[in-house]
Every structure is written in structure tokens, then in C-alpha cells.
């Protein structure tokens, strides 16, 4: 036997009766503990969630101008009123899990791009794409849960129009350094319905329509939901930040 290979033959031996000597508690921490979190009950959000919508009024929310949000609240949900621009969570935040309800109106209108258009930006830069994708083609890298002209959804897991929705999404911010330079890029993992849509997806920069995706350094930033023209409502909002 060669000499190094000898050598390994000792080392793999040595480990056995090592590991053999150990014990269970050898492999065990017990410092720190994890913090309790109640689970909601049903769709409820968990103890420690921000809750970002309740349903009730857009407090928490403002238009791009700082200004109040005008969409429109009612039976618990909020709908985009054509032409008063996208709003803005009044909480900004980096990494996250968020959970959002959404629904396309019951009545069909339009196609492709034009049929329950809106948006969900992580930090108001990067949009998750909310779109009737119910029978409804348009380019895969646009349709429903993807992450706009980047990336498809792993699936279609939309349902018909003018029922509820759900994203959860797990969100890492991306990192710049003191120059402003990209240091680590922002990655998401969508489930849509439960379904995993987006599986840890290193995102490539902004989401715009026109032209390619690119980092600029920014720190915290809001929920932002978009006005595409489309009446979307939105529901049970919350964040818990990471
Ligand atoms: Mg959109």
C-alpha cells in the first residue's frame, strides 16, 4: 500500500473508534434557543408578523408621492383605482417572509398583459408579477409568479379569476458594498398557492419592461403594489422581518 493511501487507511480508522467513543450530548447545543412564535389560526398572521394590511383601512400605506393612498378598501380587501399610481408600505424592510392575498376581477377583461395586471415589489424594486394567468398566455417570463422578464414560474399554479390567491415569499435583500457595488445579489423563493414557483431564484437587478436587469445600491425599502390599470385587490398582508 502506498504511503498516503496508508495514511488515510489510519485516519478513517482513527474517526470510527472515535465516533464510537462519543456521546449523543456530544452533538447537541442547547444555547441559544429559538424564539416562540404563535402560528395564526387559519390565514391569520403568526405573533411576531408586521402586519402590513388588516383590512380595514390603508393607514400603513402611502402613494409614490408620500401622499394618502387612494385605492379603494372594502370588504376586508383593498382595489386598485385606475390612475392613482402604485402605493407603498409606510414599513420598509430587507430580508423577509411575506405573505399577500390577491385576486383578478371575476370579469375577464383583456388578455395577455392587460388581464388582472399588478405587481407585488420587494423593496418597491422588484417585482413578483400578479397577472390572470388563468388560461390566459402571454411570454412565460411575464405571466403570473414570475419574477418580471426574468424568470418563469417552475409552474401555472393560478386559480380561475375572482378567487383569492396567496404568495409567500422568502426574500434575502441583496448586499452593496461601501462603493456601491454589488456584493451579493437579492434571491427569492416563491410559493404561489402553496406551490413552489420560485425556488431560491438569484435575482438579476430591477424588473423593468423595457430592457435588462441591473443592481442599483439601496438599502431598506417598501412593499410596493402596482396600478397597471387592472381593478386587483389585495388582502391579509404581513411581513415578519429575518
Ligand atoms: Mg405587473
Known amino acids: 500500500m502506498k504511503k498516503p493511501l496508508l495514511l488515510l487507511t489510519f485516519l478513517i480508522c482513527l474517526g470510527q473508534v472515535y465516533a464510537q467513543k462519543m456521546k449523543p450530548e456530544d452533538t447537541e447545543?442547547?444555547?441559544?434557543?429559538?424564539?416562540?412564535?404563535?402560528?395564526?389560526?387559519?390565514?391569520?398572521?403568526?405573533?411576531?408578523?408586521i402586519i402590513i394590511f388588516d383590512g380595514t383601512n390603508l393607514d400603513n400605506w402611502e402613494n409614490m408621492k408620500g401622499e394618502k393612498a387612494e385605492w379603494e378598501v372594502s370588504d376586508g380587501a383593498m382595489t386598485v383605482v385606475?390612475?392613482?399610481?402604485?402605493?407603498?408600505?409606510?414599513?420598509?424592510?430587507?430580508?423577509?417572509?411575506?405573505?399577500?392575498?390577491?385576486?383578478?376581477?371575476?370579469?375577464?377583461?383583456g388578455k395577455s398583459q392587460g388581464r388582472g395586471n399588478s405587481g407585488v415589489f420587494l423593496q418597491g424594486i422588484?417585482?413578483?408579477?400578479?397577472?390572470?394567468?388563468?388560461?390566459?398566455?402571454?411570454?412565460?417570463?411575464?405571466?403570473?409568479?414570475?419574477?418580471?422578464?426574468?424568470s418563469m414560474p417552475l409552474v401555472n399554479a393560478?386559480?380561475?379569476?375572482?378567487?383569492?390567491?396567496?404568495?409567500?415569499?422568502?426574500?434575502?435583500?441583496?448586499?452593496?458594498?461601501e462603493d456601491g457595488k454589488l456584493a451579493t445579489?437579492?434571491?427569492?423563493?416563491?410559493?404561489?398557492?402553496?406551490?413552489?414557483?420560485?425556488?431560491?431564484?438569484?435575482?438579476?437587478?430591477?424588473?423593468?419592461?423595457?430592457?435588462?436587469?441591473?443592481?442599483?445600491?439601496?438599502?431598506?425599502?417598501?412593499?410596493?403594489?402596482q396600478d397597471h390599470g387592472n381593478p386587483v385587490s389585495f388582502r391579509n398582508i404581513w411581513l415578519r422581518k429575518l
Open 185 to 225: 445579489p437579492a434571491y427569492i423563493t416563491v410559493l404561489h398557492n402553496g406551490i413552489l414557483v420560485q425556488n431560491h431564484y438569484q435575482i438579476k437587478g430591477d424588473t423593468p419592461y423595457i430592457g435588462l436587469p441591473k443592481y442599483e445600491a439601496h438599502g431598506e425599502g417598501p412593499l410596493m403594489l
Open 82 to 109: 385606475k390612475g392613482t399610481g402604485a402605493i407603498r408600505s409606510k414599513v420598509i424592510y430587507g430580508d423577509c417572509q411575506l405573505h399577500i392575498e390577491w385576486r383578478t376581477p371575476a370579469e375577464v377583461k
Open 158 to 177: 393560478c386559480k380561475p379569476p375572482g378567487e383569492w390567491q396567496t404568495y409567500d415569499i422568502i426574500y434575502k435583500a441583496p448586499i452593496f458594498d
Open 126 to 150: 422588484y417585482e413578483v408579477q400578479v397577472l390572470d394567468s388563468y388560461e390566459n398566455r402571454t411570454y412565460s417570463n411575464g405571466q403570473a409568479a414570475s419574477i418580471y422578464k426574468q
Open 29 to 49: 447545543f442547547w444555547e441559544p434557543e429559538p424564539v416562540v412564535v404563535t402560528p395564526g389560526e387559519g390565514t391569520a398572521p403568526p405573533s411576531d408578523a
